[in-house]
């Protein structure tokens, strides 16, 4: 019998947001092990569906994850979740494959579909993003990778999907006989593509001889705003939470700028631009009730027609600044979601190799989020281990109650890091 700890196990699935702050910015790189794998070239056609996809999963994610975090703080990169997903399902078959796509909101014809449209849109955004240094263009840069036990023989099949739609080369390691050394290998890989704000992404303990294989995802993002506040106009004002306390929160003023504006039933939302006009950051505030009343209709049609639906006039914003980081461990919450057999014992995973019932252990995701005047810096790394003045006229967004947070590509639609504020003086989980 394949004990638990030879199973197919998804850990941290980390994503991190920071603000651009005193030490500068170091470029996320670091040496390969092994040699970039050729990209299959993007097909614009797939682009929509993909775009889709990602905003169903993050929608799905999002409001599940939220509902364990009553009246707390949330965040989540659920682009690089989804991605670290998509690469396991590519191993996956039968029910394990059909539970797997209905989650990630695979598009048809499957499985196909779903690795061509995630190629093009990483691809779409690397090259609008990646040579950008931060500060006058967002820098966005993904990387992939494949961990594998030194004698583990993959599928062709599985092997070649993994390097020509997601880049990812597989990197033999070894985790049988030196298996602190794997473990502060990978972490060095992660943190290196993270500027250093990930530089654990697997825990003492998480990998054993047993492993088999892991794959592993990382997303930088540095952005600045395209209308910076200014630091001297930064003040304490009040935030009104859910439960009718008042707290005094460092609120940043900015001037009256043109950004995206956007009302609905019971929520009025701006669209705050990063610096190139490419990326920005939506801030939704509920109008009437709380914010949980807004959260219930939260899905993929809300999410696309948010990001899609803004007008551009003139905002006078007040925004707190925050920073806050959530350890979250998914394999239950993705459970529910509608994925039970990767975790079971009928899983299906031959794709991958010929090793023996593989299967999913656990899923665990920590994301990390800090916004101040200057911008926002934001890092994912995801990793599945296989084992076995005077007020001018126009809207005022005073950002004075909780409020849900979204950072996306305007050009796409595809949602990166998704969250909600309930009090932007809590750094972390109680």
């Not at 007008?311 to 925004?319: C, E, G, I, S, W």
Request: some cysteine.
């Amino acid at each position: 019998m394949v004990s638990r700890r030879s199973v197919l196990r998804a850990v941290p699935l980390t994503a991190a947001a920071f603000t651009a702050g005193p030490g500068g910015f170091r470029s996320p790189g670091g040496s390969s092990t092994s040699a970039d794998p050729v990209r299959i070239p993007p097909d614009p056609a797939t682009t929509q569906a993909a775009a889709t996809a990602v905003r169903g999963f993050t929608a799905d994610l999002y409001r599940t994850l939220a509902s364990t975090q009553p009246g707390g703080n949330v965040v989540c990169a659920p682009y690089s979740v989804g991605l670290a997903l998509a690469m396991t399902r590519a191993g996956a078959g039968s029910t394990t494959a059909d539970e797997m796509d209905a989650v990630l909101h695979a598009p048809h014809p499957r499985p196909g579909a779903l690795d061509a449209g995630l190629n093009t849109v990483d691809q779409m955004l690397a090259t609008r993003y990646r040579d950008g240094d931060g500060i006058k263009q967002p820098r966005l840069t993904t990387a992939n990778a494949l961990w594998t036990r030194l004698d583990l023989d993959l599928r062709p099949g599985f092997r070649d999907t993994l390097a020509g739609y997601y880049g990812a080369a597989p990197h033999p390691v070894d985790f049988r006989g030196a298996t602190e050394a794997a473990r502060q290998e990978i972490n060095t890989w992660v943190s290196d593509r993270t500027n250093a704000k990930i530089p654990e992404l697997l825990r003492s303990g998480v990998l054993s001889p047993d492993t088999s294989l892991m794959l592993t995802n990382t997303t930088y993002l540095k952005a600045a705003w395209t209308y910076p506040f200014s630091a001297t106009a930064t003040a304490a004002a009040p935030f009104i939470r859910d439960d009718g306390s008042v707290v005094d929160v460092p609120t940043m003023r900015g001037p009256f700028d043109p950004m995206g504006y956007l009302e609905g039933d019971g929520w009025r939302a701006v669209d705050v631009p990063y610096a190139g006009g490419g990326l920005s950051m939506a801030v939704v505030m509920p109008t009437r009730a709380d914010l949980a009343a807004v959260e219930a209709n939260l899905d993929a049609t809300w999410l696309g027609a948010l990001l899609t639906g803004f007008r551009f006039t003139d905002v006078q914003l007040r925004l707190p600044k925050w920073t806050f980081r959530l350890p979250a461990e998914l394999g239950a919450l993705l459970t529910d979601l509608g994925m039970p057999t990767a975790f079971s014992s009928r899983a299906d995973f031959a794709a991958m190799s010929t090793e023996p019932a593989l299967r999913i252990d656990d899923v665990v995701h920590e994301t990390f989020i800090a916004v101040d005047e200057k911008g926002t810096e934001a890092a994912a790394a995801s990793a599945v281990i296989v084992r076995p003045p005077s007020i001018p006229q126009g809207p005022q967004f005073f950002v004075n109650r909780p409020f849900l947070y979204v950072i996306h590509d305007r050009f796409t639609g595809v949602p990166l890091f998704l969250g909600r504020v309930h009090d932007p003086l809590v750094t972390g989980p109680a």
